[in-house]
């Protein structure tokens, strides 16, 4: 502080931009090797009570029945865009028309974007996924992503394993055929030449799940969001796979890992949720 008070106010303006890049800079270090203070840098907010991604273990979780999932306009094919964030890829939804409410959920959430991290970030019964999607929704009232992030549960995201099997899943193709467009384009949105239903990127019984209250994975790791896990994995082939991860970050270095380790449970208590009838798609 002394030294600061003792500086011109050109140097303090200096001072302070040159704190902001370091703190950019430092917390993108994860994208190619986990070191253990990967953190260091990171704003306090990530280091509350209740960060994500957690161990979800089947023997310890509170089994509870609830009414369903409601999915609106998961069926329906929509215009999205592709973007390399610099940490991952993201699909775009810019429509507001697909939302999710009921079962675990208070309110009724819009879907924002799914992106995705290699490996998963949670595991399941001691497991990793090669793959791990989430479907960042935020809460209707907020009219978008950036409100919602500072209200209790503006963020519900939905989680989606995937697992390996030789002929993967069709969606991919659609979006891994664009990700060479957006690859060292950091920050460039592109529109996707096809339309993409949302669901197909669900697993196809998806009437169980894991839920449990935590944070985004990525700074400002704001709490609390409410996650909702499926355990039934999806398909990805490895060629999908390596397709999709095909992108860079601002050092132009390629992006092998981009999972946060896993975040003490602190207490929280995770629930398996149980639907009585599977989830329902709704058109508006
Ligand atoms: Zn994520």
Not at 20 to 38: A, P
Not at 207 to 218: D, F, H, K, M, Q
């Amino acid at each position: 502080m002394l030294l600061l008070e003792g500086l011109s106010n050109f140097y303090k303006i200096r001072f302070l931009i040159h704190k902001k890049d370091d703190y950019s800079k430092t917390w993108r270090v994860w994208n190619t090797s986990l070191r253990e203070n990967y953190q260091d840098g990171w704003p306090d907010s990530c280091c509350g009570n209740n960060q994500s991604p957690i161990e979800l273990l089947k023997k310890t979780a509170e089994i509870v029945h609830m009414s369903r999932l409601v999915y609106t306009n998961y069926d329906v094919p929509q215009d999205v865009f592709l973007e390399n964030n610099g940490h991952t890829v993201k699909v775009g939804f810019g429509c507001k028309s697909v939302s999710i409410c009921d079962g675990i959920l208070e309110n009724e959430y819009v879907l924002d974007n799914i992106h995705f991290h290699w490996n998963s970030e949670h595991t399941l019964n001691g497991k990793k996924y090669p793959l791990e999607s989430h479907f960042v929704h935020y809460i209707k009232e907020a009219e978008n992503l950036q409100n919602a992030l500072n209200i209790p549960f503006g963020i519900a995201i939905i989680a989606v394993f995937y697992e390996f099997s030789p002929e993967g899943s069709e969606i991919f193709n659609k979006i891994t055929k664009n990700v060479e467009c957006v690859a060292t384009n950091i920050k460039e949105p592109v529109p996707l030449d096809e339309q993409l239903v949302p669901k197909e990127l669900l697993p196809k019984r998806s009437c169980n799940y894991y839920a449990y209250t935590g944070s985004l994975t990525t700074p400002d790791c704001n709490e609390p969001v409410q996650w909702i896990i499926f355990p039934k994995p999806c398909k990805i082939s490895p060629c999908q796979l390596e397709a999709l991860k095909n992108i860079y970050d601002e050092d132009n270095k390629p992006i092998l890992r981009n999972a946060r380790p896993l975040q003490p449970l602190n207490g929280r208590i995770v629930k398996y949720v149980k639907e009585s009838f599977y989830g329902k798609f709704k058109k508006k």
